[in-house]
């Protein structure tokens, strides 16, 4: 019962914070530290947990996902225009999509070992929220979605590989690529949200498989609860974020990156948490 309940803690800050550019990672390992079990709750839970998250994307943008797919494949047969902006979009995620995938599968020894450091947890937050906000603060955000081009897409892409990394951020790195580049921050992050889609539902799937008959800290039950729960938060989460990024700047989001990235790194300095 006690893990149960720990799995639905962590499914909760993973739907708060996968589409929040905070990395949703962080905190999971974080949270790890102060749960009774005390553990890294590790990669593979990590990665099946943001299927959830990821179903949520799927649910909120079914639409233009419908539309998208459909205006690809009448592309590829040649019943609809090569040039058709939905189709285009379709070839651009997975452009986009490629640089992760390679990346994932070279490094995937390091990314479920030495790179779950809780130092590099805590640099990363710092490094990328300063990023961030010197991004927003400079970028022009006047292009939008039909503005993206595929050097663009490959370079968005480059900068989701980097959420491999436990402090980065996928929508964070993502969106902030996208403002270093001149894009307006609701066409950042919602290009951001669909290139995230086969990524995770493939990483997700991939972990899923890997980790059936492995043991862990949380069992199947476990990791499908936290699964559902990060589901049901991240639908509320993305309607919220949309909506915020319209009106405001990612500032708050800034502030909180570092004082929490500072305060990992007094509680190791201080023996309360433990590096690995």
């Given at each position: 019962?006690?893990?149960?309940?720990?799995?639905?803690?962590?499914?909760?800050?993973?739907?708060?914070?996968?589409?929040?550019?905070?990395?949703?990672?962080?905190?999971?390992?974080?949270?790890?530290?102060?749960?009774?079990?005390?553990?890294?709750?590790?990669?593979?839970?990590?990665?099946?947990?943001?299927?959830?998250?990821?179903?949520?994307?799927?649910?909120?943008?079914?639409?233009?996902?419908?539309?998208?797919?459909?205006?690809?494949?009448?592309?590829?047969?040649?019943?609809?225009p090569?040039?058709?902006?939905?189709?285009?979009?379709?070839?651009?995620?997975?452009?986009?999509?490629?640089?992760?995938?390679?990346?994932?599968?070279?490094?995937?020894?390091?990314?479920?070992?030495?790179?779950?450091?809780?130092?590099?947890?805590?640099?990363?937050?710092?490094v990328?929220?300063?990023?961030?906000?010197?991004?927003?603060?400079?970028?022009?955000?006047?292009?939008?979605?039909?503005?993206?081009?595929?050097?663009?897409?490959?370079?968005?892409?480059?900068?989701q590989?980097?959420?491999?990394?436990?402090?980065?951020?996928?929508?964070?790195?993502?969106?902030?690529?996208?403002?270093?580049?001149?894009?307006?921050?609701?066409?950042?992050?919602?290009y951001?949200?669909?290139?995230?889609?086969?990524?995770v539902f493939?990483?997700g799937?991939?972990?899923?498989?890997?980790?059936?008959?492995?043991?862990?800290?949380?069992?199947?039950?476990?990791?499908?609860?936290?699964?559902?729960?990060?589901?049901?938060?991240?639908?509320?989460?993305?309607?919220?974020?949309m909506k915020?990024?319209?009106r405001?700047?990612?500032?708050?989001?800034?502030?909180?990156?570092?004082?929490?990235?500072?305060t990992?790194?007094?509680?190791?300095?201080?023996?309360?948490?433990?590096?690995?």
């Amino acid at each position: 019962m006690l893990h149960v309940l720990e799995a639905i803690i962590l499914g909760l800050v993973q739907g708060l914070t996968e589409f929040l550019p905070i990395s949703s990672s962080a905190h999971l390992r974080i949270l790890g530290e102060f749960l009774p079990n005390a553990a890294d709750p590790g990669a593979a839970f990590t990665a099946i947990t943001q299927l959830g998250t990821e179903a949520a994307v799927v649910v909120f943008f079914w639409r233009d996902i419908v539309r998208i797919v459909s205006r690809w494949f009448g592309a590829l047969f040649g019943r609809v225009p090569r040039n058709d902006p939905d189709a285009r979009m379709g070839w651009l995620i997975i452009i986009g999509s490629i640089p992760i995938v390679v990346l994932g599968l070279v490094f995937q020894d390091q990314i479920e070992t030495v790179l779950r450091s809780l130092y590099i947890t805590a640099t990363m937050l710092i490094v990328f929220g300063v990023v961030l906000g010197i991004a927003d603060w400079a970028g022009e955000k006047r292009r939008r979605l039909q503005d993206l081009t595929y050097p663009h897409g490959v370079y968005f892409g480059l900068a989701q590989s980097l959420a491999l990394i436990p402090g980065v951020s996928r929508s964070g790195g993502t969106i902030t690529m996208g403002l270093l580049l001149g894009y307006e921050r609701a066409a950042a992050a919602r290009y951001a949200f669909l290139l995230a889609i086969p990524a995770v539902f493939g990483s997700g799937f991939y972990q899923l498989f890997k980790s059936w008959d492995e043991p862990g800290v949380y069992n199947g039950l476990e990791t499908a609860v936290a699964t559902v729960v990060a589901f049901v938060v991240a639908i509320l989460v993305i309607a919220f974020f949309m909506k915020w990024i319209s009106r405001h700047s990612f500032l708050p989001f800034v502030i909180y990156r570092i004082l929490l990235g500072i305060t990992v790194f007094v509680l190791l300095g201080a023996g309360v948490i433990e590096p690995y």
